[in-house]
């Protein structure tokens, strides 16, 4: 809970989130929880932006687009499907293996 943060560490946060850092990175280099971290975000500098992280979208945005029009023309009905669609070369990039 932020009361429970010292101001001592509530700078050292705010801080860190200023220079980029992400808030796991922080929950572990302070010794907080990391919704610790996220709480104090939001209370004290909402506007900040939040770490992206994540990993790269295995489709492109042609894949994405084409799967969508798989879905919506009743061509296939769920994600097997229009992942054997993609995957037998009906807009298949080389992204998605």
Known sequence: MV????????????????SGHSGEAIAKQVGVSPS?????????CPTLPKAIGGHPSKLSPANIHHAQHLI??????????VTKALVAGEGLNDRLV
Request: hydrophobic letters at 35%; aromatic letters at 0%.
């Open 36 to 44: 610790a971290i996220s709480k104090l975000r939001s209370k004290k």
């Open 72 to 81: 919506t023309s009743g061509k296939a009905e769920n994600a097997v499907q």
């Open 3 to 18: 009361r429970s943060l010292s101001l001592t560490q509530q700078n050292t946060i705010l801080s860190l989130l200023d």
